[in-house]
């Protein structure tokens, strides 16, 4: 019973987990983070009876307590997954209508859903860049480095402006008369610069996290907590 209220363990352990919760998702924090710190959870069998008194459980309160406490403990599927689906959706809409409009089963498409995939592709970024922000405390992955990120960032950054450069020098061509009729290219140019320049700067962010991870490790460790038991009743 992954709720129950009974729960046997050290002290010493227990505060090193360092728990914050104060409602009823109390008992899911404390197994969830002794999972991840390593413990041993064994459930030792109890006589459950009946209690007296009001249960103080609110269905919608408590759950979405519960709801916010797991979303948070996994931040790629509060994140990650999200955004990697929403930018590739955006992305693929950008490239099938950057060279023009397309009719797919009778439906014509055109510019205006480039904005869309531009709002999806940006959104998208956005949602990776926290994913990496929330589970880069603990451990960087293991191919992210600062040059890296500087590069794919300089890329994309690149390539929009030389978008928007064609654009220009169509226009100076045109020795400025009429309308620009560039709305394709200038929304995917756009679009490229602001998630290059968000992965430049987020790059810069995530290697600071880094360097503040490292100056804050402990020099002495304590004693591993796998040799720690929790008993769930």
Known sequence: DTHSGFRAFRRDAYERLDLRTTGMEFASELLIAAARAGWRIAEVPIAYRARGGESKLRTFRDGWRHL?????????????????????LGLVILLALVGGPLTIFGRFFDFHFM???????????QLLTLGLFATSWGRLPRWFT?????????????????????????????????PLEAVRLAIFALTAMVV??????????????????????????????ADDDVHAG
């Open 146 to 178: 600062l040059e890296r990120g500087l590069a794919a960032g300089g890329l994309l950054l690149a390539i929009g402006l030389a978008a928007n450069l064609v654009i220009l020098s169509h226009w100076l061509r045109e020795g400025f008369a009429g």
């Open 68 to 88: 916010r406490l797991l979303l948070l403990y996994s931040p790629r599927h509060l994140f990650t997954l999200p955004g990697l689906v929403t930018s590739l």
């Open 196 to 225: 290059g320049a968000q992965i430049l700067f987020s790059s810069f962010y995530l290697d600071l996290l880094r360097v503040t991870r490292d100056e804050a490790r402990p020099t002495i460790h304590a004693d591993p907590v």
């Open 115 to 125: 904005f869309v995939g531009s709002v999806l592709a940006s959104l998208g970024a």
